[in-house]
């Protein structure tokens, strides 16, 4: 692991593009002494200091009942799927589709209802069961991936509990820069659940 010196000396040998993306896209991953490096360079080099505020609301997570609140918030929203206000939860599907030739996988996580949860996961094995097996590679991981989903119902508040605390990690800065009422987090869950597509291709 590198020293702060060593650290610091690296960023001040960096471009101002490349410090312009730490702050951005990185600084949720960095120690806090490292952020000190970062900021400190942002205002030496004089930059745009919104990077500064930036960095702040993206590396402020949320803790303890702050946390708690926020996620009992999130759970009481209205579902985005169905309009409803039914208590929400994530969920996780897994899809297989065969081509003879090859394979394309997806794994989603949505934040909905459990009524329409659960239909999403069915619809999820229902196409797997369909379309997963008409490949060599298919042939093998579509019995797998059909017993995952199942099995997964057995533990449904085991992954809501982290799809739910990773849509809070993954949008801390937003949350921060945004607020938390109503109007935000539903169009944070509208996005997640039509942007959050995890898919491979083989």
């Given amino acids: 692991m590198y020293s702060i010196e060593e650290i610091r000396d690296n960023y001040k040998h960096f471009p101002d593009a490349k410090i312009e993306n ?3 896209n990185e600084s949720k991953g960095l120690r806090r002494e490292v952020l000190n490096v ?4 942002i205002t030496r080099r004089q930059l745009n200091l919104s990077l500064i505020s930036w960095v702040d609301t993206e590396t402020k997570s949320f803790e303890g ?3 708690k609140n926020l996620i009992q918030k ?4 209205q579902c985005p799927k169905c309009l409803e206000k039914n208590k929400l939860s994530g969920f996780e599907t897994n899809t297989v589709k065969s081509f003879l030739i090859g394979v394309s ?3 989603d996580e949505q934040i909905l209802c459990e009524s329409c949860g659960k239909t999403a996961k069915l619809n999820a094995i229902f ?3 369909l379309a997963g097996w008409w490949s060599a590679k298919g042939f093998l991981i579509t019995p797998f991936t059909i017993v995952k989903d199942l099995l997964n119902f ?7 509990d982290r799809i739910l605390n990773t849509f809070v990690n993954d949008l801390t800065g937003s949350f921060r820069r945004h607020g ?6 539903f169009r944070f869950l509208k996005w997640k659940n039509n942007s959050d597509d995890n898919s491979s291709y083989y």
């Fill in 180 to 185: 938390t009422d109503d109007r935000v987090i």
């Fill in 154 to 160: 057995l533990f449904i508040d085991k992954i809501s």
């Fill in 22 to 24: 730490i702050a951005r």
């Fill in 105 to 107: 996988t997806s794994r």
């Fill in 74 to 77: 999130i759970q009481y929203q």
């Fill in 38 to 41: 970062l900021k400190d360079e």
């Fill in 127 to 129: 196409i797997t069961f």
């Fill in 65 to 67: 009942l702050e946390r």
